[in-house]
């Protein structure tokens, strides 16, 4: 029987298949921690990550509350630093988490600070 990860990494695989990006439309790639987020910028043509953003990360400063606004606020975070970029679509890579709670929360954050996809 699958594990838990080796499920995560089936569904990544099939995820990825279908899932690429440009330097127009960079790839937003999720990856989700026990304690932290981190979201990536990458341009799957040259194979670089154009930004990124995290929990972690000394410029962002995280707020009150549970994981799930903290993740939302990250999407706000990176949707800011895309705009400085001069990114405005991009292509969500959920990499194979499940579309609720901390992922979900993050993809709305990042579409209410500008971001299309």
């Known amino acids: 029987m699958k594990g838990k990860i080796e499920k995560r990494l ?8 279908k899932v690429f990006g440009t330097a127009e439309r ?6 989700r921690s026990h304690n932290h987020i981190y979201v990536q910028m ?3 043509v040259d194979g670089k990550t154009l930004l990124s953003a995290s ?6 400063e ?8 903290i993740a ?9 630093l895309c705009k400085e970029a001069n990114i405005t679509a991009v ?3 959920r990499n194979g ?21």
Not at 10 to 17: F, G, Q, S
């Open 42 to 44: 990458i341009d799957d």
């Open 10 to 17: 089936t569904r990544k695989k099939r995820i990825r298949k």
């Open 72 to 80: 939302k606020h990250v999407g706000l975070f990176v949707a800011a």
């Open 97 to 117: 988490y499940i579309y609720h709670g901390r992922v979900k929360a993050l993809a709305d954050g990042a579409r209410e600070g500008g971001l299309n996809f």
């Open 91 to 93: 292509i969500f890579d």
């Open 55 to 60: 929990t972690k990360d000394k410029r962002f």
């Open 62 to 69: 995280a707020p009150e509350g549970d994981k799930k606004t």
């Open 26 to 31: 960079p790839r937003m790639s999720v990856f």
